[in-house]
């Protein structure tokens, strides 16, 4: 008798040791804990609380004053419906807001005057005056960060669906700021688009060619009905990607996240492919985890021996840095930079010791299980120095040990760029959100449909 128990025991707890173990890969795969929560609300307070009211122009970067950043805005929009949701605002504020910002940046002066213009054929200059909304300084009319101002504005036409005249003038002003953008005229060597444009001196001599964050560029370049490019762009795109083994992860090569990450923010890839996908099994959602994957490793394995990287310490993408500089740290000679593309990848690694939170934050659909506790201990590790009152604060760098940061660098700025990935994939994560919501939207659609995208979500649903 006492064996039977003994054997029956043994049964239950094996079993009760199976059902912990897929509960917390369960609870790891999608981690509620009360972290997200904070996370995400203090990462809304800084759009909501840096942007100017006035005209709704969201900062670069903050507390450093310096300009408004048109991507930055078009993640302010995306977020500002979040904040709905989670009721960290009221819909009618939340909508005042937006429809602040629409406005403005549809009366704003469209031309080709160097100074007295906010754009140029429907396309925005990268960095804004963050009081009268005009270029800044002679910075470049650009195609991505007109693209990522175009995917929040398409995220609050499809999102604020009311019949009140609020919610109305949103759809009537996001539909006429989308459908303003001559993206035809953007293809000086079609039919790729160019980078950029400057009055001065006409179009950037470099066109959009893959694989990076400009999917969505491509995507909304399609989808125009009265400008849409044609359908070989898409091939064109693909043409130029490298598919490679990395820290045994095939998948195609881009080093910093942000390439891996932003169009993903409003875009559900998962079950959706064009050709080259079908050809490769698997989607950019699944790509792109294995991007995120590849990190961690790069990170285990820590090649350069830079101070604290480890399997939960580790992210690389464009961000801050502590500066141009170089100095000898353990023994050897290290060389810094200040704000730049970090990454690791096949072919190209540019790595000086600095981490941005919003390099797994980002990732956090993609991968919750690696992403979710590198958030944690990344906070528990550095406390305040890192985590403050709007969240993670841009980048750090444990190896930049000098007189004055004996325990390494830490950033006093918080960069719009970087925040929104953040707190928008945190919900694609947990409410799928903001993806559900462009799911709806027809011009995000049409531009799937004519770049070839086929299968899941897509197949049913309608194309304008």
């Given at each position: 008798m006492k064996t039977l128990l003994a054997l029956l025991l043994a049964v239950l707890m094996v079993v009760l040791a199976d059902f912990q173990s897929k509960t917390d890969e369960l609870s790891v795969q999608r981690p509620w804990d009360p972290f997200l929560d904070t996370l995400q609300h203090r990462t809304f307070k800084w759009f909501w609380e840096t942007t100017n009211p006035s005209n709704g122009l969201t900062p670069d970067r903050w507390p450093t004053r310096t300009f408004s950043s048109v991507a930055a805005i078009g993640f302010a929009l995306t977020v500002y419906p979040i904040g709905v949701e989670r009721k960290y605002v009221q819909r009618p504020a939340a909508a005042d807001r937006v429809l602040t910002t629409l406005k403005f940046l549809w009366r704003a002066p469209q031309s080709d005057h160097p100074k007295q213009a906010t754009g140029?054929?429907?396309?925005?200059?990268h960095f804004l005056d963050l009081d009268t909304g005009l270029r800044f300084e002679k910075v470049e009319l650009s195609t991505i960060d007109t693209a990522l101002l175009l995917a929040g504005i398409l995220m609050c036409q499809s999102y604020f669906d009311r019949?009140?005249?609020t919610e109305r003038d949103i759809r009537s002003y996001a539909d006429s700021i989308y459908r303003r953008v001559d993206w035809r005229w953007a293809q000086p060597r079609p039919p790729r688009i160019a980078l950029g444009w400057y009055p001065e001196k006409g179009f950037i001599p470099h066109d959009w060619k893959g694989y990076d964050e400009a999917m969505i560029l491509y995507i909304l370049a399609?989808?125009?009905?009265?400008?849409?490019?044609?359908?070989?762009?898409w091939a064109k795109w693909t043409e130029t990607y490298k598919w490679a083994n990395y820290y045994g992860y095939e998948f195609i090569s881009f080093g910093p996240l942000f390439g891996h990450q932003y169009s993903h923010c409003w875009i559900d890839f998962r079950g959706i492919q064009d050709g080259y996908m079908k050809e490769k099994g698997i989607d950019y959602f699944e790509n792109a985890r294995r991007a995120t994957y590849s990190h961690r490793a790069y990170a285990k394995e820590n090649p350069q021996q830079y101070r604290d990287y480890s399997e939960s310490i580790w992210g690389w993408t464009a961000c801050d840095g502590p500066g141009n500089t170089s100095f000898v740290v353990d023994g050897r000679l290290r060389r810094f930079q200040g704000y730049a593309a970090r990454g690791v990848s096949f072919d190209w690694v540019n790595d000086d010791g600095t981490i941005a939170p919003t390099a797994t934050g980002g990732s956090l659909a993609f991968a919750p299980e690696i992403c979710f506790p590198t958030l944690k201990a990344i906070r528990e590790k550095y406390g305040p120095k890192l985590w403050r009152e709007y969240g993670f604060a841009d980048a750090f760098n444990p190896t930049y040990i000098t007189s004055s940061t004996p325990s390494g660098w830490f950033d006093v700025d918080y960069l719009g760029i970087d925040q929104g990935p953040i707190i928008i994939m945190a919900e694609n994560l947990r409410t799928e959100f903001v993806w559900n919501t462009m799911k709806k939207n027809p011009?995000?659609?049409?531009?799937?449909k004519r770049a070839d995208f086929r299968?899941?979500?897509?197949?049913?649903?309608?194309s304008q």
């Open positions: 140029y054929k429907g396309f925005f200059y019949n009140n005249g399609l989808g125009s009905p009265p400008y849409g490019i044609e359908p070989e762009a011009y995000i659609v049409r531009g799937l299968g899941g979500w897509l197949d049913q649903a309608d």
